[in-house]
């Protein structure tokens, strides 16, 4: 006949319970994944984003339809402007680029419209972008668009692929969009106009 002190019970019942708690802790701590988008999610997404910027096919700025983009680099190199003509020679939106000192690849775009020639009254639209630590790839967004505003941040997957996990702000809707490319800042900033 074995004997089995109290106190042993008592201690593999305590380390269980720790065990427990650790585990349970610990499933607390990893940050709940966003749902993936829905088309509902899509078009309110196109909405705030407006023609000025694309996740996909790959991120971009869009340029408004036939317009022809002139590019005039600042001497010293921390920006640059892109005006975008229509076909009738109207200047439609011009871009201020600014670098970071650092990459030299674009940190801020700001956005203005215009009608014939003429500045549009409404607020600029601005697009921030932010670096990785080896400053190779784009791994968050921020546009603001007339008072709305997307942020989107890359998340990583095991398999190698990226998700960018969505905010739209004052909606509070959130959502992931799924195998999204990487942008490395130096890619070309409008590889087409939007579809």
């Not at 439609?92 to 215009?114: A, F, S, W």
């Not at 639209?125 to 080896?134: K, P, S």
């Amino acid at each position: 006949m074995r004997f089995i002190s109290l106190s042993g019970i008592t201690a593999a019942a305590a380390l269980a319970g720790l065990a427990l708690v650790g585990s349970l802790a610990s499933a607390a701590s990893v940050p709940p994944s966003n749902r993936i988008a829905t088309t509902e999610d899509l078009v309110a997404l196109d909405t705030y984003m407006g023609d000025y910027f694309q996740f996909q096919p790959k991120p971009a700025i869009i340029t408004p339809k036939d317009s022809t983009p002139i590019h005039q680099r600042e001497k010293n190199g921390n920006y640059f402007a892109v005006e975008l003509y229509n076909p009738g020679g109207y200047l439609q939106r011009e871009l201020t680029v600014t670098m970071t000192n650092k990459l030299g690849k674009p940190h801020r775009i700001d956005m203005v419209d215009y009608s014939e020639g003429s500045q549009v009254d409404k607020p600029n639209n601005i697009l921030v972008l932010n670096y990785d630590e080896r400053n190779e790839n784009v791994v968050s967004y921020r546009l603001d668009t007339q008072g709305k505003i997307v942020l989107a941040e890359v998340q990583k997957n095991a398999d190698g692929t990226n998700d960018l996990n969505v905010t739209l702000h004052p909606a509070g809707k959130k959502f992931t969009l799924k195998n999204v490319p990487l942008w490395d800042g130096k890619d070309r900033l409008f590889p087409s106009n939007k579809a």
